[in-house]
């Protein structure tokens, strides 16, 4: 169901966003399949637990048998009896640089999970679908990677203090300058780890007496980070702009739970792609909200950083939006650079004091050079100001990437979340035994893709998920489609009831949907 | 080569059972224990159905043909 959404003209391009119902045959039949294999789970444990078999996952020693237990047995019941059983789609070891195409380890298991060993076999140039890689940065050669290694023969690697003592190199000042132009705000901070970023920065901006609304949604990093706070926690609907506004109005209205005085801050917390649910934030919608009820927002553009908006600089331009409504942009370095690390930008009050009173400021050790170089030269390229347009020319080349690829994908048949111009890509799997066939069929065919299933999706809800990449040529998308396809056809994963019709003009076209068929 | 693709295509549904049922998972010997549960079930459902089944519907259609049909005869 596509449907477009024009709120009071807030909007000022179309926003389609689409979440398929699962199936009832499908939900069903998953429940079977997971409640199979509780049975089993079950019939394991009692052999493990009356050694009848051998138990090879953590126990105490035989002195220890009386105290207190060290390790708890039951909480681990999913993790023993389902993710050891298919745990070869996961942790697999790369040997190369993770660009559009990727060099794997091959391992075998011989006690079904428990412990891999390595054949010593190298698979080489499988497609690389699950890197964090957007606007294929990742190289090991370019302009990038002579940068950084000239920094390196000049600053060394190690940077050995955090930012308040001797930590800060005139790179950092640099980046934070070039951080803060890109944005469009007036200051920035840059920070060695994107999750520190998040779970440090958030208890220095609220405390005890404030209130948090947070995505259904949201990151670990951004939960952690509310918790530690001591703040007031409450959830609305994911994307859902009518439950949120209902939370800001009853936090006027009633203010703090016991004492009725009003909240000392009202801080929003959102992302600016989710990336289990290829979602993207209806920003206008959040602004309007916050201005009208004079909250404070709190954008994590950790995925639509680089990849979104016409010249990549995230969810604001892609909205059309200025991003002085956005008290405190915060994103990382990870995904669209290529480097490692977090950033916050702002107002130039609040930058300065995060530098003193954030945790992650004053304990944690900086950027290290060659990395701060990298996300320099990219950045630069992104914005052009390297002289050449290859960075306009790798925004536009992965918006193309997404628009075809969601496409085909939805013509064969298969249930996909989310917006139409993320380059998140989830496909629904559903069943618990599809996860690991279909990540290890994939694997046969030379593609890597990532399969994600239960504490990080509902239960029912297993999916694998697809990163686009700039780097990715057209002729790989269409070997990678055509695999898909037949995987697709091997295990049935084409649930879709909706038809699209396909237009006559089948490659690389900006279109939009005009034909469906139920 | 008829023969081959039939057997692909019994093989193909078998590997769609295996799916469906999370045996695709289980190690063989669960796998052989799950089989023999549900055959020994499947085989049971069917052969209570042969067996009851067609009685049951034979007395059900006669009790409402002579609730229905059993009126016109009684005023006749």
Redesign the interface.
């Known amino acids: 169901i596509n449907h477009i959404v024009h709120n009071g003209g807030l909007y000022k391009r179309p926003f389609n966003e689409a979440f398929e119902e699962t199936p009832m045959l499908v939900a069903v039949l998953t429940y079977v399949g997971y409640g199979v294999l509780t049975l089993f789970g079950y019939l394991r444990d009692f052999m493990r637990q009356w050694k009848i078999e051998k138990c090879q996952n953590a126990t105490e020693r035989e002195e220890q048998k009386d105290f207190v237990p060290l390790y708890q047995d039951f909480e681990n019941f999913y993790n023993r009896n389902l993710y050891m059983r298919i745990r070869d789609s996961w942790n697999r070891p790369i040997c190369s640089v993770p660009g559009a195409k990727v060099d794997m380890m091959e391992r075998v298991s011989h006690d079904y999970n428990w412990t891999f060993t390595y054949t010593g076999r190298v698979i080489k140039d499988i497609i690389n679908m699950g890197s964090y890689n957007y606007l294929g940065f990742a190289q090991n050669a370019g302009t990038c990677q002579e940068a950084a290694d000239k920094v390196l023969s000049q600053y060394g690697a190690g940077v050995c203090s955090t930012r308040q003592e001797m930590g800060n190199l005139d790179k950092h000042e640099e980046l934070e300058k070039l951080v803060a132009r890109f944005l469009g705000v007036e200051s920035a901070m840059a920070y060695g780890m994107g999750f520190a970023t998040n779970s440090m920065n958030i208890p220095a901006l609220v405390g005890k007496g404030c209130l948090i609304l947070s995505d259904e949604l949201n990151h670990a990093s951004l939960v952690l980070g509310a918790r530690l706070s001591g703040a007031t926690i409450r959830i609305f609907k994911h994307n859902n702009m009518q439950s949120l506004e209902k939370l800001l109005k009853d936090a006027i209205v009633h203010g703090q739970p016991r004492t009725r005085r009003p909240w000392k801050k009202i801080l929003i917390l959102v992302e600016g792609i989710y990336s289990m649910e290829g979602s993207i934030v209806r920003l206008p919608e959040v602004i309007a909200l916050k201005k009208k009820y004079k909250s404070y927002l709190y954008l994590d553009e950790a995925h639509s950083i680089g990849a979104l908006g016409p010249s990549g600089r995230g969810v604001v331009e892609y909205f059309g939006l200025s991003p002085e409504d956005v008290d405190v942009m915060m994103g990382t370095f990870t995904k669209s650079f290529g480097a490692a690390g977090g950033y916050i930008g702002g107002k130039k009050e609040l930058i300065d004091y995060l530098r003193t009173s954030s945790h992650s400021a004053v304990y944690a050790t900086s950027l290290s050079p060659p990395v701060v170089e990298q996300i320099i030269t990219s950045m630069k390229c992104i914005m052009g100001e390297d002289g050449t347009t290859v960075g306009k020319a790798r925004v536009q080349q992965l918006a193309e990437n997404t628009r075809y690829f969601r496409r085909r994908l939805k013509e064969m048949g298969f249930i996909i979340y989310g917006n139409e111009d993320s380059p998140v890509v989830p496909l629904m799997l559903y069943m618990p035994a599809k996860i690991g066939a279909f990540g290890r069929e994939m694997l046969k065919r030379n593609i890597g893709v990532v399969v994600v299933g239960f504490p990080a999706t509902p239960i029912v809800e297993s999916r694998a998920r697809f990163c686009l990449s700039a780097a990715h040529t057209k002729e790989m998308l269409d070997t990678a489609l055509k695999e898909i396809n037949e995987v697709g056809d091997l295990l049935q994963l084409k649930y879709s009831r909706h038809r699209l019709v396909p237009l006559l003009d089948r490659p690389f076209d900006e279109t939009t949907y005009e034909e469906t068929e139920d | 080569m008829d023969i081959k693709r039939v057997k692909d295509y019994i093989h193909?549904l078998y590997?769609?059972y295996?799916?469906?049922?999370?045996?695709?998972?289980?190690?063989p010997w669960?796998r052989s224990m799950?089989h023999t549960i549900t055959v020994t079930v499947f085989a049971m459902v069917v052969y209570t159905a042969y067996v009851f089944v067609p009685i049951h519907v034979r007395l059900a259609f006669e009790f409402f043909s002579q609730i229905f049909g059993g009126q016109p005869e009684s005023m006749v």
């Open positions: 193909w590997y769609q295996l799916l469906i049922t999370c045996s695709y998972v289980l190690e669960e799950f």
